[in-house]
Every structure is written in C-alpha cells, then in structure tokens.
C-alpha cells in the first residue's frame, strides 16, 4: 500500500467514529475505575486521572517517533536512495534523535495541550521511567507474541536509557529505592494504561482498522492518537467544570 491508500483507509467512515467511540468508552471506563479505585483508597481523584493521562501521552510521544522510524527504516515511503544511503550509515544516532524528539514531544503535548497541573518535577520523572516500563511490556508483546524480532534493538536502548537513569556516580541507593517504591505505588495505574492499549489493539486489529503491514507500532500510534484526543477532550471538560 502507498502512503496515499493508507490515509485514506485510517479516514474512511464510519471507521473513524466507530474508533472515536471505543476510545471515547475506554477512557470514560478507565475514569469510573480510578475514582472508584480513589474513593476506597483515599487521595486526589484529579492527580490520578492526570497521572494516567502521563502514561498514555508520553507512550503516544513515544510510539509516533519510533513508529516514524521504522515507516523510514523498512521503507514505507517513496524516497530516493540517495537518502537511504544515508539513512544506513547513520540509522543508530537517527534512532537515538527519534527517541530524543519523541521526549520533547510529550513536554508540549502534556504541558500546552494537555497541561497538568497536579504532577510535581519528580513525580514527572518517575512517570517518564514508567513510561519506558510501559513500552518494554509493548515490545515484549510483539517479541513474544506475534514473534516479530524487528524491535530488538529499540528493546535494548530502552533498557540502556532505563539503566542510565539510576547507574551514575553520585547516584544513592535510597534514591533508586524511593523511585522503585513509588513505581510499585503507581503500578496499579500502569496496568490501566496497559489494559486501555489492549482494548484499542483488540478492537483495533479485530476490526481491521489498524494494520500490522504498516507496523505494530505504527498501528499502535495510531490508536493511542485517539486516546489523546479523548483525553485533551476530558481535561478541558474537567476545567470547564472547575470553572462552573
């Protein structure tokens, strides 16, 4: 398929609003969990929908820039070889600056479009790191599920980048412990993050509207695109609301 062909199967209706609604019913479910979940812990019901939003901006951020790479790297789009020629020499510093855009990405995506307000420097962080978690479990789902070993080495610079965050010389085992302490609180947010991708891939692949031939990732993006729109759209009622 050409570029052209799949712009025009991810438009056609009413497929884009059968997705709409999925991802619209998915994020309003995930919502009635985490204030339920919420009411019988205790806490700030905003700071957890704000938190799950995280999850799933920066995997989008994540997946766009990754999903863009391979469109590139298997050659997806009618380019002279010139450029391929460049693209092999220098495909691993490339695949590094994807991942570089991909984090100032999700800065304007959860700062401008999808401010929130509630989430601390350092909490910030270690919602990066779970981010990282969130797309190795991702990875680790093609690897071993459709069996697709293309993602190997994106695997193994997420693990690096994940390694580096905590392996340098002025680094303390009670900071290391304190993050791990609180991934491990935020865990529970993490698998609804988790189980919101499965639902939009199950429907998603079921109904044929993503396509593994442009990309699991790339599919995947694709699907988390429209979580973020659902999201922008529940924050800026949440807002509204506050302003009432």
Not at 68 to 76: A, E, K, N, P
Not at 131 to 151: G, P, Q, R, W
């Amino acid at each position: 398929m050409t570029l052209a062909n799949y712009i025009e199967h991810y438009t056609k209706m009413p497929d884009v609003l059968l997705m709409l609604a999925v991802s619209a019913t998915t994020v309003m479910i995930m919502h009635f969990i985490l204030s339920l979940f919420t009411k019988a812990v205790g806490g700030n019901v905003i700071a957890r929908f704000e938190i799950y939003y995280e999850m799933i901006i920066s995997s989008t951020a994540m997946l766009f820039f990754i999903g863009l790479y391979f469109l590139i790297d298997y050659r997806y789009f009618n380019v002279d070889d010139s450029f391929y020629k460049i693209w092999e020499k220098y495909d691993d510093f490339l695949l590094l600056f994807a991942m570089f855009i991909s984090v100032l990405f999700m800065n304007i995506l959860d700062r401008i479009l999808v401010p929130l307000r509630s989430i601390t420097k350092d909490k910030r962080s270690i919602l990066r790191m779970m981010a990282m978690v969130y797309m190795l479990i991702i990875f680790a789902y093609i690897k071993f599920v459709y069996e697709d070993n293309n993602y190997d080495e994106i695997i193994t610079y997420f693990i690096i980048m994940m390694l580096g965050r905590y392996i340098y010389f002025d680094a303390s085992f009670r900071d290391f412990a304190n993050s791990m302490r609180e991934m491990l609180f935020l865990s529970p947010i993490l698998l609804l993050a988790l189980i919101t991708t499965g639902i939009m891939a199950f429907y998603g692949f079921g109904s044929e509207y993503l396509l593994k031939s442009n990309g699991v990732v790339g599919s995947l993006c694709i699907a988390h695109l429209y979580l973020t729109f659902e999201i922008f759209i529940a924050h800026l009622i949440e807002r509204l609301m506050k302003k009432c």
